[in-house]
């Protein structure tokens, strides 16, 4: 074997060996429209210990309607289960929504690209 393919070859091993659990993550960009009494701390408190859930921040000030209502821009990296990324989208944006203080869930973008289904945003 020539050396320079031999060191291409140790190249390919050893960067298939760097995808490991972290690059799995998908990142996602969701606005949450929050219930009158939800607190915006407590709201990404309870996100962060979600299955599955690595990191929550916001992305932007979260915006205060006039009838009380909080508009709460953030952005999830998750570990997504088998199966299809819509699919886990939709599992994540049903338990934010069930555990959290949550009237809506958009799902914006994920991977810093928009994230649509037959034209449409998950929105539940």
């Known amino acids: 074997m020539n050396r320079e393919i031999l060191k ?3 190249k390919e091993i050893l960067l298939e060996k760097k995808g490991g659990p972290t690059s799995r993550l998908t990142d ?4 949450l429209f929050l219930d009158r009494d939800a607190s915006v701390t407590d709201t990404m408190t309870i996100i962060r210990v ?4 690595a990191v929550v921040g916001q992305t932007d000030h979260s915006i205060r309607s006039k009838l009380g ?3 709460l821009p953030i952005s ?3 570990l997504p289960g088998q199966g299809d990324l ?6 994540l944006a049903r338990a934010i929504k069930k555990a959290a203080k949550v009237r809506v869930v958009k799902v914006l973008t994920v991977d810093d690209s928009p994230f649509l ?6 929105i539940v």
């Open 76 to 78: 999830v990296k998750f």
């Open 117 to 122: 289904i037959k034209g449409r945003q998950i």
């Open 69 to 71: 209502r909080t508009v």
């Open 50 to 53: 979600l299955q599955g859930v």
């Open 28 to 31: 996602c960009r969701m606005k």
């Open 8 to 10: 291409n070859h140790i």
């Open 86 to 91: 819509a699919l886990n989208l939709s599992k």
